[in-house]
């Protein structure tokens, strides 16, 4: 018994060890240079690169980290990646080997992609038991957290980074936007619950919501341009190619909408509800839906060009 007694004190005492490991990240000569700072690579949501990759794909790396994942993706900075889990996690790993080069720790939930700006690593946690989110701004030069601003609400969809702040929408339909050291610049409520994740061309801000309504705000100010009936629940985020809108919904459609009216241009019945985000080339729209359909369309008149 008293053997059993030092195996239990003696594996206690490493989970202890574990979970007082330390939390930090801390990056002292990287550079911004080769950055992929957001979701989608930048506030229009740009899904589409135009390299060719070979017909084999070989892995060079693989981590593993504690918790499980969202829809939300990476972010690069340099030669590092970040990717945050569940279990309120945020993990540094090199991208040129997979070797973990720090870690934040939390209590809550990073649901949705860091961003990054500069030396600042900018990200939400949506608390436990609570209906709040904190925004908290981590500085990787100095290995330290130098700001941090409680928002009412879950932030669940992809925060935005545009040319001189950032924009997070919280489920209960309140839309802020912050400067990169954590003050508040404006916010809007919307009177509608959004789980639709915004785009902007740093002059426009656009999203849709719960009623199947697109809404496009001023980007400088929070004025509301327009809010627009267009058909059902918007689960889908938006993404800006031109003047175009391109976004689905859970009536199965893909809409073209212009971006200056929220006019509809066209729009394309798929069968099945639309979660993922377009990908917009320069003539063409991609897309899949829930029933695990692919298509390719053309970004003039919508007109179907295979489906797979």
Known sequence: MGFLKKIIAYLSFL??????????????????????????????????CNKT??????????????????????????????????????????????????Q????????????????????????????????????IKIGKEVSSVDIDGRVTTEMLKINDGIILISEAGHIHKYDFSGKLIWDFQAKSIIHSSPASNNKLVVFGNDDGEIICLDAENGKLIYQRKVGKSFFCGAVISGNEIFIGNDDSKLYSLDLSSGNVNWSY??????????????????????????????????????KT
Request: contains cysteine; proline residues 2%; glycine residues 8%.
């Open 269 to 306: 019945l798929t069968g099945a509800k639309i979660r993922m985000e377009a990908i917009a080339t320069e003539t063409e729209v991609l897309i899949g839906n829930l029933s695990g359909e692919f298509y390719k369309f053309s970004k003039l008149d919508g007109k179907q060009i295979w």
């Open 53 to 102: 990759i070979g017909p084999s794909l070989i892995e060079k790396w693989e981590s593993s980290i504690n918790g499980g994942f969202s829809n939300s993706s990476v972010i690069v900075y340099d030669s590092a990646v970040f990717v945050n889990d569940l279990s309120g996690r945020l993990y540094c790993f090199s991208l040129v080997n997979g070797k973990k080069l720090g």
């Open 104 to 139: 934040l720790k939390y209590k809550g939930s990073i649901t949705v992609t860091p961003i990054i700006h500069k030396t600042i690593l900018i990200f939400a946690l949506v608390n436990n038991n609570e209906n709040i989110t904190t925004l908290y701004y981590y500085d």
């Open 15 to 48: 989970l202890f060890i574990a979970g007082c490991a330390p939390t930090i990240i801390k990056l002292e000569s990287f550079q911004e240079d080769n950055s992929y700072s957001q979701y989608g690579k930048s506030s229009l949501r740009e899904f589409y």
